[in-house]
């Protein structure tokens, strides 16, 4: 079984400024997907961005990029430039690769992140 | 983009009724749905994965016949929470796997959430 940790439950940056959110996960997997999801006030999940574990290169979305280091299994998300329309909860998740069990998520326990003005 | 939506939004419902919450893929077919409930503050929790046309597989502690899945077309999944007592007030989500060629078929979207209360 997988298992994902988010040791920040909670954190806060000033806009403008940059922010790393920590992920670690357990997996005897060598095949898998990382995702960051944002969970804003309106409690709608929205992918942030995922890494294959295939790939060495770290995945970037505009402001948002990861630390992803496999053999640590450490998986951290990089906002830059932060804004207030950042303030959400960020969850990390991990899924195996495509199988018949239907590729279920397992997510850590989150982390809510505060953007202040 | 591929759209999930969930039906209703918000419920209340009296301790002892039975309350069915729909998931609805809009713009693409999804052979698996899955089930998440969360809890204020906390991480969502898999409840069950459901699978078109066959039994959904729950997961471990959830009571399969508290909570029905239905899953009977390539865009509808429905999640009847049976005899809701308040203990089963909760946030549930839906989320869709997207099934189609020259769609990343490792992305699962999710739908807005059901708030369910119960008195």
């Known amino acids: 079984a997988q298992t994902v940790t988010q040791s920040q439950p909670e954190m806060s940056v000033q806009e403008a400024e940059t922010v790393t959110l920590s992920c670690t996960y357990d997996t005897s997997e060598n095949n898998y997907y990382l995702f960051w999801y944002k969970q804003p006030p309106s409690r709608q999940m929205i992918l942030v961005i995922r890494q294959e574990a295939y790939k060495q290169q770290n995945a970037t979305e505009n402001r948002f990029s990861v630390n992803f280091q496999k053999a640590a299994k450490s998986f951290s998300l990089k906002i830059s430039d932060s804004q207030l329309g950042d303030t959400a909860m960020y969850f990390c998740?991990?899924?195996?690769?495509?199988?018949?069990?239907?590729?279920?998520?397992?997510f850590g326990g989150g982390t809510r992140l505060m953007v202040k003005p | 983009g591929a759209v999930v939506s969930q039906h209703p939004s918000r419920v209340i419902c009296k301790s002892g009724t039975s309350v069915k919450i729909e998931c609805r893929s809009l713009?693409?077919?999804?052979?698996?749905m899955f089930w998440y409930r969360q809890f204020p503050k906390q991480s969502l929790m898999l409840m069950a994965t459901s699978n078109e046309g066959s039994k959904a597989t729950y997961e471990q502690g959830v009571e399969k016949d508290k909570f029905l899945i239905n899953h009977a077309s390539l865009t509808l999944s429905t999640l009847t929470v049976t005899s809701a007592h308040p203990e089963d007030s909760s946030f549930y989500i839906c989320?869709?796997?997207?099934?189609?060629?020259?769609?990343?078929?490792?992305?699962?979207?999710f739908g807005p959430g059901t708030r369910l209360t119960v008195l």
């Open positions: 998740a991990f899924m195996k690769l495509p199988n018949n069990a239907g590729n279920m998520l397992t």
């Open positions: 989320s869709a796997r997207v099934y189609g060629a020259g769609i990343s078929y490792n992305e699962q979207f």
């Open positions: 713009d693409f077919q999804a052979t698996t």
